[in-house]
């Protein structure tokens, strides 16, 4: 089962390129969500989401769909991971609006956070927070982390290794929960090619996906690279490669 879309879907360049002129800001979601079956929430890193905002993503969205919501940046940049319970029980409580349509929350750690025992000790201890009926996934952006000791503490906790194509870590396709999840950022140097012939570089991909689908239930992923509407673009791409039905399935 793959849940393939975009990170965000209210972005300026997407008018005209992938959402008509004339449409009310209002209606982007019901329409993104009839080509994609998942998406990730960008809004919910910068600021905590109002009850009432949530139950809107709900009821715009089809039954089937998922939302990846990020959690607060006031959790992993602010606090960085410490003293937290009060702020992600508060997250938690809102964002379980979205019912069966909550998929994984990406915990996204700042660049600076790199793996020392006090970050070890830290990591460890907020995992113990977090409630085992809502997947999480952690997207680590410093090579520290890279080792045996993180991705058993990720397996103890059934919380999913990001798998990332980005400058900041190596493409490591680890599956360390009953789900996989990966982020394309994109890579220097990459951008023109892949805006030129995204099936090309996109490709190798495919023998990736395929090979976390044979480990987890569910793959989720999401493609970034919001320049002109690249991104729709580029997931519709990836969908095409896998064969993808309407319902995740690689056919």
Not at 51 to 76: E, H, K, N, Y
Not at 186 to 195: C, D, E, F, I, S
């Amino acid at each position: 089962m793959f849940y393939l879309g975009t990170s965000g879907w209210a972005h300026h360049d997407w008018v005209g390129a992938f959402y008509p002129h004339d449409m009310a800001p209002a209606a982007y979601l019901h329409t993104y969500a009839q080509q994609f079956n998942t998406v990730e929430i960008e809004h919910t890193f910068f600021e905590m989401p109002t009850r009432q905002a949530v139950q809107a993503w709900q009821r715009r969205t089809p039954d089937g769909f998922r939302f990846s919501p990020c959690l607060p940046r006031q959790i992993t940049h602010g606090q960085r991971l410490r003293d937290v319970q009060s702020l992600l029980t508060a997250f938690l409580d809102t964002i379980r609006e979205l019912g069966d349509k909550l998929g994984p929350i990406l915990v996204q750690l700042p660049e600076n956070f790199r793996r020392t025992p006090q970050a070890q000790e830290t990591l460890a201890t907020f995992c113990t927070l977090l409630p085992s009926d809502v997947p999480f996934a952690v997207e680590f952006r410093h090579g520290s982390w890279v080792n045996d000791t993180t991705f058993q503490l990720l397996e103890q906790h059934q919380i999913a290794w990001v798998v990332v194509d980005a400058p900041f870590l190596p493409r490591l396709p680890r599956v360390t929960a009953r789900f996989a999840y990966v982020r394309w950022h994109g890579r220097p140097g990459h951008a023109t090619r892949r805006q030129l012939d995204p099936a090309a570089a996109l490709r190798p991909w495919v023998a990736v996906l395929a090979a976390l689908a044979a480990q987890a239930q569910e793959v989720y992923g999401y493609v970034h690279n919001h320049f002109s509407g690249y991104a729709p673009r580029d997931c519709q791409t990836l969908r095409a490669l896998l064969g993808m039905d309407d319902h995740g399935q690689a056919v």
